[in-house]
């Protein structure tokens, strides 16, 4: 099922492969970044982190991201959550448990 992304503040997204692959693990990064449930999800292949409440936050994950080997856009991307409060945005993959990759509904 995809998920909802918030406006107003940045998202990552992080690929699940890559996240086990690195050996990351989720209480390590709820304790680092302060993350409450609802600001970790994970969906099929998709591991969402956000909405994070600044961009220092933001860089800060992103920085540690690349330290723990994941390379940025192969396997994670951010939105800066900079989109109008009218517009809602998902995120699925085509992997397991996420959305298809068929054209959209109208």
Do not use: C
């Not at 909802?4 to 989720?26: D, K, N, S, Y």
């Not at 970044?33 to 994950?61: C, K, Q, W």
């Amino acid at each position: 099922m995809p998920l909802p992304i918030a406006e107003g503040q940045p998202t990552v997204l992080i690929r699940r492969e890559a996240f086990e692959r690195e050996g990351l693990e989720r209480q390590l990064i709820d304790e680092r970044f302060n993350l409450t449930a609802d600001e970790f999800r994970v969906e099929g292949d998709l591991v969402l982190i956000g909405p994070l409440p600044s961009d220092e936050m933001l860089s800060e994950m992103l920085a540690e991201l690349e330290l723990a080997g994941l390379r940025y856009f192969d396997d994670f991307f951010e939105l800066s959550g900079n989109w109008p409060e009218w517009l809602r945005l998902f995120a699925a993959t085509p992997g397991r448990g996420g959305a298809g990759g068929g054209s959209p509904s109208p």
